[in-house]
Structures are given as C-alpha cells and as structure tokens.
C-alpha cells in the first residue's frame, strides 16, 4: 500500500496562484506528472488530495454524509450566499436543508418550469436582427438569472425585475476573476431586504397561495416541523442566484460556441430541430438524442467547476489504494476524468456522437458530482439547456465572431469562456 499521494513541490504560494490564474493548465501538468492521485496546496482551501480515476470517484460519491465536511472548501462562498447556505453545511444540517429544496427541482417537477424557459428565451432574442453582435456570457448571464427570477418568484414579476436591473449593473460587466462577484457580494444587503418585503406583501395580502419557490421556501417545514428562519431562506436564494445562473450561463455559451464552430454538428442540431417543424414542443425537444448529447458533450469538455466540491474525511478511509487520514480533503476532478483517452478517445475533441455509442457510469461522467452533495439542478439544468438552445435555433442562424476557441478564464470559483466571445445574427 503507498504511503502518501505525491505532493506537487510547488511553493504553497506558487501553487494557490496557479490554481487560482491557470487552473486547467495546472491540472493538465499536475496528471502528467503524477497521474491519478496528487495533492495540491491550495493556500485557504490547504493540501487537496485530487483524485482522476473512476474507482476512487466512485469511493468518494458514495461516502455517507457524515464521513466528510464542505464547509471548509466552500467557504469562500459565504460572503456571497450567508452562513446558512446548502453549499456551506455539513452532515445533518445539510440533510435538512436537502430535504426542504430538493422537492421543486424533482425531475418530475422541473418539466413544469418549461414553458417559462421558452417565453424568457423568446423574449431575450426578441430584438435579434441580421447583423446583430451578440455578446454571449451577457445574453447566457441574463437569459439564466431571468428564468431562475420566474422560478423563485413566479406571477409577481416585480422584485425578479429589480434583482435583474442589480445584476446588470453591478455584476454582469465582461469582468473576469472574481470583481463580478465582488458585486454580487455588495447587492447582498439589498436583496435580503426585498425578500423580506415581498414575503410580508404576500403575508399581507393572503397571497400565499402560489406555487413558486419563494413560498415553497416559506411554507416548508422540517422534520421537527420547524420552518427556515427568515435569514436561513435568504441565504438559500442567495446560492441559487450562483449556483443556478453563472453555471447555466456558462455551460450554454460553451454550447453555442461548439454548435457553430462545427459544420456537422450544427446541421445535425438543426435538422433535428428543424424537424419539430416550428412547434416547440418541450417533450419532444427534451427528447432529442443529439441535441441532448451535444449538452452532455459541452458539459464533458467543459466543467464549470475543476473539481466538485473537496470533502474533507472525518475519519480515516482507503481510497485507490491510499490510507487518507481524518482531516484530508479529497476532491473528485471531473475536468481530468473528462479527459480519460481510454474513456473519451480523442479527448480534445468536441464528439457529441460518443454519447449515443456508449453509456458512461456516473463515476466516468459527473458534471453534477455526485453522491449527497450532487447538484441541486442536475434535472433542471440539462432541460434548461436544451429549450434554449432549440428556441435560439429555431429561430436564428448564427456565426462566430472570431473562429478561434475562446479562451477560459477564472470566474470566482468556476472557469468560464472568455467575456470576449461574440456571436453575429445571420438572420
Ligand atoms: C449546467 C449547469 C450546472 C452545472 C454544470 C452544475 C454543477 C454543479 C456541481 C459540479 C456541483 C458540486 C457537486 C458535488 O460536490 O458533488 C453543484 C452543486 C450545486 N448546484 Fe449545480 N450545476 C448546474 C446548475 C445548477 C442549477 C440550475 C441549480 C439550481 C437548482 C444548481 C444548484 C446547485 C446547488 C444548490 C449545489 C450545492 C449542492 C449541495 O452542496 O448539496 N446547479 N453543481
């Protein structure tokens, strides 16, 4: 049995700013070197054991909740989303809260979202017009934040809108880093209070009755039959104005850039969607196999987070052969999983075919992670992306500005395409 995982011989501070300015490259460089095990030294978040093989995923998703903690790896979330957060909890805390927001994004549940999804993308391309530059992280960001607006506060439309105008100011410039959130961080105060002014309108005026996830927020009780306290709720909106925008976003620009930069890929998309024959009917388009395998595909060559979120074992556990102390945090890397040739051949290459010859395990694919902690929206998102892109391009033939691969840049914790990547309208 090998004693330890290898420890990249960077300085700590060297290490923090690779991770921090050149995470792919430094992910890339660290599998050549080591393989499928290397701990980085990730200045806050301390030494990461970085796990790229799917038998040591497969140990890690299936650890039982109290084996580990996110609390310290996530916590550089807490100035935007509050101390309450699902992302920041641990073992039972973070059970309770599952229990209360898992229901409303049931794959059952989320089909109920779909039409919105197809109005708010009619309304955003509503004035494309030939010749039209569109700035694609801006459209994805403000298409995303408007339908999860819909989703939290349903038929009173007034406090999305202000929360949208906020973003636009302060949050969605083509910054990169972490200055976008910075701004997300000062709204902070600001969004608070129009929560609480809106659930107390709704108190007010017997308006309780609707089925959004504000009042599902509201209503819901624990096993103790304990409602969230009015900051606990906040702090849970708050994570969705991240954790179900910026991702989405990100992930569908990924999508358009691919779609058009690939000949047979976007006739393949298009004669499927042409097929609909102008009926965007959300059954049928979330049935598309190669619509559906192009998603899966963005999201295996694209992963908006590196690694999912590092859990940091309460006790001691063997994984791919090593003795893990209590105390180490373990991260599953699906940016280097995604990249297996032996998995993927040809891993470099955008092939959304590979999901129709083959099914891969969920320790093969995860761009959801997995286990407890796996993502709040893996239902909602995929059919999220799917609409989208059929109602787009359904409508509209689109170019790239420039051909050439947009650059990935740092965005708070996720890696995203650079501001700079433009579509232009065809028609
Ligand atoms: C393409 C879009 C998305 C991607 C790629 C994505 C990816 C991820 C990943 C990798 C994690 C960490 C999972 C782990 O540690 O095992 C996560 C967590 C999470 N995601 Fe997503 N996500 C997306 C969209 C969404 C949406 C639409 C929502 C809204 C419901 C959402 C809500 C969350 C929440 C609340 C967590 C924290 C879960 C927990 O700690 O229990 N995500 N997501």
């Known amino acids: ?31 050549r070197e080591y393989g499928d095990v290397f701990t980085l030294n990730l200045g806050a978040l301390g030494e990461t054991v970085f796990f790229c093989h799917p038998d040591a995923v497969a140990a890690i998703f299936k650890l039982h909740g109290d084996l580990f903690e996110c609390h310290q790896f996530n916590v550089s979330y807490r100035d935007l989303m509050g101390d309450n957060a699902l992302f920041l909890q641990n073992g039972e805390a973070h059970r309770r809260l599952r229990r209360i927001m898992t229901p409303p994004f049931h794959r059952e549940r989320v089909q109920k979202y779909s039409d919105s999804i197809l109005r708010l993308t009619q309304e955003a391309i509503g004035d494309w017009r030939r010749g039209k530059v569109i700035n694609v992280r801006r459209f994805c960001h403000e298409l995303a934040l408007a339908i999860l607006m819909e989703i939290v506060f349903g038929d009173n439309p007034a406090p999305g809108k202000q929360i949208q105008d906020w973003f636009r100011a302060e949050v969605f410039k083509e910054t990169e880093g972490w200055k976008p959130w910075f701004g997300y961080g000062k709204l902070q105060p600001q969004i608070r209070d129009l929560i609480t002014q809106e659930i107390r309108r709704r108190l007010d005026s017997g308006d309780l009755g609707q089925t959004d996830l504000l009042n599902w927020l509201h209503l819901s009780t624990d096993e103790k039959g304990q409602p969230l306290t009015p900051t606990e709720l906040q702090d849970q909106l708050l994570t969705l104005m ?117 099914d891969y395990s969920p320790y093969e694919y995860f761009p959801f992670g997995g286990g407890n902690r796996q993502c709040l929206g893996a239902a909602l998102a995929p059919l999220e992306l799917k609409l989208i892109l059929a109602t787009v391009l359904s409508q509209h033939r689109l170019s790239l500005v420039e051909p050439t691969l947009p650059e990935t840049v740092r965005y708070g914790t996720l890696v995203a395409p650079a501001a700079n990547f433009r579509l232009l309208v065809l028609q």
Not at 2 to 20: E, F, G, R, T
Not at 297 to 321: A, C, D, N
Not at 332 to 344: G, K, T
Request: aromatic residues 8%; contains cysteine; glycine residues 4%.
């Open 1 to 31: 049995m090998a004693s330890s995982p290898p420890l990249v011989p960077l300085s700590a501070p060297q290490q923090a700013k690779n991770w921090i300015t050149k995470p792919l490259e430094f992910l890339d460089r660290s599998f």
């Open 242 to 358: 991240i954790t179900a925008v910026d991702p989405i976003a990100m992930s569908l620009a990924w999508a358009l850039f691919w779609i058009q930069k690939l000949p047979e890929v976007q006739r393949r998309v298009q004669t499927e969607i042409d097929g609909l024959g102008g009926a965007l009917n959300p059954e049928k388009i979330n049935a598309l196999p190669y619509l559906g395998a192009v998603c899966q595909e963005t999201l295996r060559l694209h992963p908006i987070l590196p690694t999912v979120s590092g859990r940091r074992l309460t006790e001691e556990r063997e994984i791919l052969g090593y003795t893990l102390p209590a105390g180490t945090t373990v991260a599953a890397c699906a940016y280097l999983v995604h990249r297996r040739p032996e998995l993927y051949p040809d891993p470099l290459a955008f092939k959304p075919e590979r999901f129709l010859e083959r």
